[in-house]
């Protein structure tokens, strides 16, 4: 493997950065971008001072945009990584709220998301397009140079990546929630680096001792990015999501907000379409689904492909280091390690890895049920993609994969009890089972659905 692969200078995957950017994000962007930097500013629909910003009045911020210079110029020359990176968060953010302020106002007045706009103004949709070619990506909002990993401040930098202490240099609703929320995706992801680095290791192995250290690292790994995610339920109130959610919906796959797409002005005459950012663009679950292989689990339907398509949303560098770890663990190189070398600990190791990437799907799942269904029946989530089924499929792949891992670990074992994990599995399959059932009727109450994680003592609620 070529770590050369897995960098572009703002991004550099390895054991020291894991998924997060080299260095911190420039906050702000430079003086000659001032009326840019201004709109900004002034977006949010509660500025840092309190007053109401443009997405809190009608048709404010229309005004503001057809206002705005065109910088394509000054961005084309552009050739500071930093500066190139904060240009892609402003533009990004400034396309998704002017196309989407409308769907806003629509859902304050009808709780129902209207007509997005179908036309970004050149002096917009031009650098956009130029700035997004520089980075190799879509030139439209996304999770890792704009809304998330793009988009952190750190309050005090002599400490740590906690959301508490990180703050957002672009934003939408402009209030704690949203923070909480998107800058929570950064803190989880602070362990990334022992996660990275702990597959680096299992590649270097050449023993038993080795390979289940490895195991270990990576183990410990995902028990932090859990307890880290599991904060998210304080961090952002469920109630408040749709805030800002709407401003984070993509072109593909939400035909109803955005018809047959959006034309960029001065780019191209015919529509396009992009996904919307959403945290099913982070790296973490498809690392550790890669690795352990639960990715050959992977049902063949839409459901897969959808989750594939995502793939494509991401830098060129992370693309890299995904696809080259698969070629790496290809033909489930690690459960054929364990089981080739009748590695006992090694197995048990990775039935708590995988329970580690369940209980993170569950509580995404759980999230889906009290974020998205409590607070709106539109049936798509930000990705375009349908939020009933979407995080089941890969669930039921997880535990299909837990199930064959069970089946070869001896039921004398001393390292765990293997009549309670089958036990676990059970109860794990009959939990999704339920409350697929209620979801098939169509006047179904989500609080049932959610309320079964308590009742199979399967609650993400601390």
Known sequence: MNLNNYTDNFFEVNHINGFLPKQSPLKTLPDKYSELQALIDDMPIKKVNG??????KKGAIEERVNNLPNFKELVASEEDILIIQALFRSY??????YLLAPAYFSYLEKKKYGKAHNQLPSQV????????????????????????????????????????????????????????????HVDINQHSPELVGSIFNFLKSDNKISVNNSLKQFLSSMRKI???????WQASRW???????????????????????????????????????????????????????????????????YLLDLR???????????????????????????????????????????????????????FV?????????YAKATGGTPIISWIPNQITAVLNFMSDVIDLIPNETLFLNRKELNNQLLKKRELLSNQLKLLTAKDYKVEEVFSLNKKMDLSDKN
């Not at 740590?160 to 939408?172: C, I, K, Q, T, V």
């Not at 859990?226 to 998210?232: A, G, S």
């Not at 696809?323 to 190189?333: A, H």
């Not at 049920?369 to 029946?377: G, H, W």
Request: with cysteine; hydrophobic share 35%.
């Open 51 to 56: 007053d109401d910003g443009l997405l809190a």
């Open 92 to 97: 990004a953010f400034i396309t998704s709220g």
């Open 125 to 184: 949709a031009v650098p956009f397009s130029i700035v997004s070619k520089k980075l190799d990506v879509y030139p439209f909002l996304d999770y890792h140079y704009a809304y998330s990993f793009g988009n952190y401040v750190k309050v005090d930098e002599s400490k740590g990546y906690e959301w508490e202490n990180l703050s957002m240099s672009a934003a939408f609703s402009g209030m704690d929630d949203e923070r909480g929320f998107i800058m929570l």
């Open 226 to 232: 859990n307890e880290r995610r599991q904060i998210m």
């Open 239 to 305: 109630k408040h999501y749709n805030d800002f959610r709407v401003f984070i919906m993509g072109i593909k796959g939400n035909d109803e907000i955005f018809g047959n797409g959006v034309i960029y002005e001065g780019v191209s005459d015919n529509p396009v379409k992009y996904r919307g950012q959403t945290g099913a663009q982070d790296n973490i679950i498809p690392t550790a689904d890669i690795f352990t292989g639960v990715i050959d689990y992977y049902p063949s339907n839409d459901l897969t492909k």
């Open 312 to 366: 494509k949303y991401r830098p060129k560098c992370i693309q890299n280091f995904l696809s080259d770890i698969k070629n790496e663990m290809g033909n489930q190189r690690l459960f054929n390690n364990l089981k080739k070398s009748k590695n006992e600990e090694g197995l048990c190791l990775l039935i708590q890895i995988l329970d580690e990437i369940y209980y993170f799907r569950n509580g995404h799942w759980q």
């Open 369 to 377: 049920q009290k974020y998205i269904m409590a607070n709106t029946k």
